[in-house]
Each structure stands twice: as C-alpha cells, then as structure tokens.
C-alpha cells in the first residue's frame, strides 16, 4: 500500500519547523529517519494531512559529550551513535545496547531521538533513556522546555510531547565512575525485536552494592526504570543473590501473548535477563573502579531457556 496523500514541509531552521507544526497541529507529524512512521503510512494506520520533514534542519545532528551527560540531537543516525567513540567512553551502555537496535541499513536512517518519541515499549532507546533517568529537549511555539523521561513516556507510543513541538535533542545522564551497566535481550533472529531485553545499573560503593536498577524492553506496556536496590543493598558484588529481586522484577512487567511468545515465556526470560545483566554490571563496576574502562564483550547466550524446550 501507499500513504494517503500529504503536504511535504522541509524547514531548515527549528523556528521554521516549529512554525509549521504550530500551523498544523494534530494534522501534522514529524517525519526524521521514517523507520517507524513510513511505515505506519504506507499501512495507513495513520494519515497525517502534512508531514514536517526535519532532515534538512540545521543543527541537530551533533553528539556531544558534556561534563554530565551525552547529549545527543534530533537527526543523529542510530549508526552514527553506536560508532561515536567518546559517547562510548563516556557512556558505554550506547553502544552495547544500539547493536541490537533493529538490522544496519534501518540505524543507519533511523534516528535515536526518534525512536525516543515514538516510545515503543519493544525499543531499545527508550529503555536506555528510562535507566540513565534521561532528559528529552524540546522546542515549540511556546518556547523551549525540558521533560525528564518519567514524565515523557505516558503510554505505549503516547509521550507528552504535544503536536506542535519538536524534540530536538536527548540528554542520557553520565552515571559516574562506581556504576557499571549492561544489557541483554533475545529476539528470534539478530535484529529483530526483542522478545525480552533487560538494562541494568548497579552502584558499588565502598566494596558493596549501594544502587541497582533496571529497565525493560517488550515487556512493560511503558517504557520506565525498575529500583530492585532494596532486594540487595549492601551485599558484595560476586555473592548476591539476583533472584531476591524476582518478586519485584515480576511485579513490575506486564508482558503480553502474541505470535512470537507467550506472555509466560517473557516474563521468564524477563527475570533469567535481569540476573544475567544484574551480575554483568556488578562486574562492570568493579572492573571500572579497578581502573580497567570499559568493557567491550557481549553477553554470551548461556543459561537461557527455550521456549518449550531445556536450557540452551
Ligand atoms: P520516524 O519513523 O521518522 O518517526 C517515528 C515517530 O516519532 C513519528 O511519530 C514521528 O512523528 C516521531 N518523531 C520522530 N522524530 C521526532 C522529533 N525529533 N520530534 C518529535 N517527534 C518525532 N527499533 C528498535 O528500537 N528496535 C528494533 O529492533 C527495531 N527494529 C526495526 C525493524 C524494522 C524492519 C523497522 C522498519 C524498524 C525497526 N525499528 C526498531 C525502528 C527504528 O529504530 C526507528 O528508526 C525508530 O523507531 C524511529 O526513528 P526514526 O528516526 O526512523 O523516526
């Protein structure tokens, strides 16, 4: 099928393209990489009467890392993120987890930010954005303002955004020297979405663990950051118990039946995730404290179950 037909905008400034939505309201809709939204045109599950292209727009397509953040603009490719050295450096979790963002040729046009705005609970981005307790910038007729991602992400592909108002950058938060990270997920081929994934965040303070959260991706109907440090403050990186944080892993996630798995498949692999990155990034930070950087090794498929069938 085709798109119902539309007026194409191409602004070169974010005045202009501000300027536009503000004309259009909710008949406009942003148009970045089209990964996501061409599509859902091209089905006609929506038929916006303009689309307000921003590739033309000048200056969102930096990366650039502060003193506390990366900051990444509107039009940086996922690929161009994932190969960003200094994002990297400065926040390793990017790269390890851009990897599995789709395949190469749909990151290397599809946008961070705007996987971001599209907020699906089975992207990535979002759950990265949720962990870090990022920041999306944002621009509209009424000025400039900035929304911290628990007030961003309202719903399954519904966030706070309004219809006249461009996202024009992201901000991931650095999460210091003592915090190690790690992400995992399992999806039917390399690429794919995800059945399961999992982001973890553990702080070790003074030998111990003093922070632990996570963030999911395919099986919370919004994208969000789970705090499990109360199921394991305080003990040493190499002999906790990740399972004490099943009770709240569980509670947590509200995964759903559909073609590819169970409802009751992904939660399982949900929690088996967790474990894995929680002990990942307890290492991470040990390591990191040890004055080792950054770790550049994937997670190796061990221990996870198939679905109806043993450990693989
Ligand atoms: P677009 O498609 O241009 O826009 C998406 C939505 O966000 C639209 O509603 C648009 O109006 C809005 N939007 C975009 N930018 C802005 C902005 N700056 N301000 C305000 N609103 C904005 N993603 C994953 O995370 N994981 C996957 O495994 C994955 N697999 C994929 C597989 C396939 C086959 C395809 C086609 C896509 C896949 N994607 C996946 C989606 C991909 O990551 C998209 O790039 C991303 O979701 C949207 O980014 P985009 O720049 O293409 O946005």
């Known amino acids: 099928m085709k798109p119902a037909p539309f007026v194409h905008h191409a602004p070169r400034t974010v005045e202009e393209a501000v300027e536009v939505l503000g004309q259009v309201g909710h008949d406009g809709k942003v148009l970045a990489g089209g990964q996501s939204l061409i599509p859902i045109l091209n089905m006609r599950l929506a038929s916006p009467g303009h689309l307000v292209d ?23 490719r996922h690929a161009r993120l994932e190969r960003d050295d200094p994002a990297y450096a400065a926040t390793p979790l990017l790269r390890r987890v851009l990897r599995h963002v789709a395949h190469p040729v749909i990151r290397n046009r599809g946008t961070t930010v705007g996987s971001i705005a599209h ?29 911290p991602c628990h007030d961003f992400f309202l719903g399954a592909l519904e966030t706070s955004l309004a219809p006249d108002e461009l996202a024009v ?59 499990v440090t109360e199921a394991v403050r305080g003990q040493e990186p190499d002999e906790v118990d990740w399972s004490a944080c099943d009770d709240l892993v569980r509670g947590h996630l509200a995964p759903e039946d559909d073609i590819h798995a169970t409802a009751e498949y992904r939660a399982m692999l949900a929690a088996r995730l967790a474990h894995l990155t929680l002990a990942e ?19 190796e498929a061990v221990g996870v179950p198939r679905e109806g069938g043993p450990a693989a």
């Not at 089975?122 to 303002?145: F, K, N, Q, S």
Request: hydrophobic content about 50%.
């Open 54 to 76: 921003i590739n033309g727009v000048a200056g969102l397509d930096e990366v650039a890392v502060t003193a506390d953040a990366v900051r990444v603009g509107a039009l940086v």
């Open 119 to 147: 907020a699906d609970p089975a992207g990535e981005m979002p759950a990265v954005l949720a962990l870090t307790e990022g920041v999306v910038e944002v621009a509209g007729p009424r000025g400039r303002r900035e929304i």
């Open 281 to 299: 990034a307890a290492a991470d930070a040990v390591a990191l404290q040890a004055g080792s950087g950054p770790r550049h090794r994937e997670h």
């Open 169 to 227: 950058a992201v901000r991931f938060p650095l999460l210091g020297a003592h915090t190690g990270t790690a992400f995992a997920e399992r999806a039917r081929r390399h690429g794919d979405y995800a059945l399961a994934g999992v982001a973890a965040a553990v702080t070790v303070d003074d030998g111990v663990v003093s922070s632990a959260r996570l963030s999911f991706v395919s099986v919370t109907d919004v994208p969000g950051a789970l705090d």
